[in-house]
């Protein structure tokens, strides 16, 4: 994992100079030329924020479409509504954000004071983990939080953060996660999985939440 992560500042490093060089109309030549009243980034920073767009780009995407078609496969009556009306996909992949999000933790929070949770005191410097997998299944915020409803009614769900943490590339994943599974149900209508559910293996993570595969039947 190590020399990955060295592959990869390497590249990033490598193309980040040659963007400096020869800017293109792209937006990692818009990163590496902006500038506010002089300041720029520093190439660390360049590489760190480059870094973040390509995994996250990808990653959560890649399970945000593997979670929602295990969902749509466990769940063949909301398959049959999505290709009766396909207006409902949009919710349908807010629920799939809620129901099994890509995301089960948020990256790590600091207190900058004391912060009272319930009858405990988190004192001023700690680390913080928010577990957003938790919240997709309050049972204080949705009925019924363990079935799946694309009927549901729609709510400010947390996949993809809030307020200046709130994700970059919301509207991107959502067209994403739309675009994908729904021509992926359309052109393959007796798609069934390959195996029980319980045998699927998944990702150990402490932030990510994913399956390894999905093995599937295409008829």
Known sequence: MRNAGADMIAYLRALIDAKRGSPDDDMLSALVLATDEG???????LISMAFLLLVAGHETTVNLIGNGALAL????????????????WPAAV?????YDGPVTNATWRFTTEPVRVGSVVIPEGEFVTISLGAAGRDPRRYEAPDRLDITRPRTAGLAFGHGVHHCLGAPLARLEG????????ARLPGL???VDAGELRWRGSLMMRGLEELPVFTA
């Open 39 to 45: 300041d720029r980034l520093s190439p660390d920073e």
């Open 192 to 194: 069934r999985l390959a």
């Open 94 to 98: 807010e629920e799939f954000l809620r």
């Open 178 to 185: 739309h675009v994908v599974l729904s021509r992926l149900f």
């Open 73 to 88: 496969l466990r769940h063949p009556e909301v398959r049959e509504r999505l290709a009766a009306d396909e207006a409902l």
